[in-house]
């Protein structure tokens, strides 16, 4: 089964910078979708962004992020990132790697469709 490891939250400025990493085990191509969600406390689950690699990589953003957020991957790392700057108090929240084989969408508000799921890293954006 697929794995997937979080890495690089913590608590930044408003305006700064962060930048995620994902890490997936176990067997997995490149024609599984895969995403990065965020929950705040007391708040559903957000998509934020979603990408695959097929014939070329292919990324999704959320209009809340877009513009400022970014994808990116290493394959020989076996390793999404999730680039994040102009970072925003409401940008606070857990944010989780997902994944689901295909069929699957990168559209991030389909978030339901993922059935993979790290354990999360922090993010904390002050002003």
């Known amino acids: 089964q697929v794995q997937l490891v979080e890495s690089g939250g913590g608590s930044v400025q408003a305006g700064g910078s962060l930048r995620l990493s994902c890490t997936a085990s176990?067997?997995?191509?490149?024609?599984?979708?895969m995403g990065w969600v965020r929950q705040a406390p007391g708040k559903e689950r957000e998509g934020v962004a979603g990408?695959?690699?097929?014939?070329?990589?292919?990324?999704s953003l959320s209009d809340s992020v877009k513009g400022r957020f970014t994808i990116a991957r290493d394959n020989a790392k076996n390793t999404l990132y999730l680039q994040m700057s102009s970072l925003k108090p409401e940008d606070t929240a857990m944010y989780y790697c997902?994944?689901?084989?295909?069929?699957?969408?990168?559209?991030?508000?389909?978030?339901?469709?993922?059935?993979?799921w790290g354990q999360g890293t922090q993010v904390t954006v002050s002003l």
């Open positions: 176990g067997y997995i191509a490149d024609s599984y979708c």
């Open positions: 997902a994944a689901k084989a295909p069929p699957c969408t990168i559209v991030p508000r389909y978030i339901y469709d993922y059935e993979y």
């Open positions: 990408a695959f690699s097929g014939v070329e990589f292919k990324t």
